[in-house]
């Protein structure tokens, strides 16, 4: 069974970084999309960043420049990378990852359990 397991989730200072890691664990063809997502108390789970297989990547307005999305093809991992933080980037971070587990299968959509990310003003 694939599963998604994250880290990197903490408490962190207004202005300081931190690391999100997601590595796709099991027996998978291919991954095509990666991203992340977040959702803060009251809110609806939002768009953080994507990138596709093939590099392409794709920012939420609100955290152009500050935060940046990565992945590890060999290592089936997504990476991103939080700088600048703000206490309004306060969230339970998911990520997700469109699996492929055969030549020519459709691609099912994974999720994470969530990390938490805290930021102290």
């Known amino acids: 069974q694939v599963q998604l397991v994250e880290s990197g989730g903490g408490l962190v200072l207004a202005g300081g970084s931190l690391r999100l890691s997601c590595a796709a664990s099991g027996i998978i063809f291919s991954i095509n999309t990666m991203a992340w997502y977040r959702q803060a108390p009251g809110k609806q789970r939002e768009l953080v960043a994507n990138i596709a297989s093939g590099g392409i990547t794709n920012y939420a307005d609100s955290v152009k420049g500050r935060f940046t999305i990565s992945r590890d093809s060999a290592k089936n991992t997504v990476y991103l990378q939080l700088n600048s933080l703000k206490p309004e980037d306060t969230a339970v971070y998911y990520c997700?990852?469109?699996?492929?587990?055969?030549?020519?299968?459709?691609?099912?959509?994974?999720w994470g359990q969530g990390t938490q990310v805290t930021v102290s003003s």
């Open positions: 997700a990852a469109d699996v492929a587990y055969y030549s020519g299968s459709p691609s099912y959509r994974l």
